[in-house]
């Protein structure tokens, strides 16, 4: 358990980009233990969420599921979700299941495998919905995830953009986060925000958290 303190507060001091320590947080404060991440890519962060919730509760009790295109994104995808080249399922199933967690990976487009794991949705305490893809894709994921949502469950979105330019019309979570109903879900905006230097200006992320009320 001492050791299992100690990483995570060192992994909470130094991961970066910074805004991703508050999906560590939340994990070791609510104990939740039934993580779903929607946009896996290359598992880094789902391994540091497994072992986060694995502090609190056994490794034997974490439950991890993961959706992504994996391998099978095309180049039209890869352009139109500005999206990042993954790497191999079966890469990325293997990293996972070292860790001694319930892993399962579902491989393909989100607007199906969501709706075919509604019962894995329904068993979660904690999502992760990966905010950097076209809004067409983020409403579709977030209908999955809120049609399945409990009264325990937490959600968080990356990739809210902090006053968007043209550059980043079409794209991330912030029209979805800003028209949800506050009277129905409980939305807190979360620190810290990110900065990128880009050609065009100063790119602010950062990541909010939904949950019902």
Not at 93 to 99: D, I, K, M, V
Not at 121 to 147: C, K, N, Q
Not at 155 to 166: A, E, K, L, T
Request: net charge positive; aromatic share 10%; glycine share 6%.
């Amino acid at each position: 358990m001492l050791v299992g303190q100690l990483w995570y507060r060192y992994l909470v001091l130094t991961t970066h980009p910074r805004r991703y320590r508050t999906l560590f947080r939340t994990i070791y404060q609510r104990r939740c233990r039934n993580i779903v991440e929607i946009g896996t890519w290359n598992g880094v962060h789902a391994e540091q969420m497994i072992r986060t919730a694995a502090v609190r509760v056994p490794m034997r009790e974490v439950r991890y599921r993961g959706f992504d295109l994996f391998e099978d994104l095309s180049a039209p995808d890869l352009e139109r979700e500005l999206s990042k080249r993954p790497p191999r399922y079966d890469d990325v199933l293997s990293r996972l299941r070292r860790t001694g967690a319930d892993v399962r990976l579902f491989r393909g487009n989100t607007r199906v495998t969501l709706r075919q794991a509604a019962a894995e949705l329904r068993t979660a305490d904690f999502v992760f919905i990966d905010g950097g893809h076209s809004i067409e894709t983020i409403t579709s994921d977030w209908t999955a995830v809120r049609d399945a949502m409990r009264a325990d469950t937490t959600v968080v979105f990356d990739d809210y953009y902090v006053d968007p330019g043209p550059e980043l019309q079409g794209l991330g979570c912030q029209t979805i986060v800003d028209e949800l109903d506050r009277a129905a879900y409980h939305v807190e905006p979360l620190e810290p925000i990110d900065s990128f230097r880009k050609p065009w200006g100063v790119l602010q992320v950062r990541m909010v958290q939904v949950r019902l009320r």
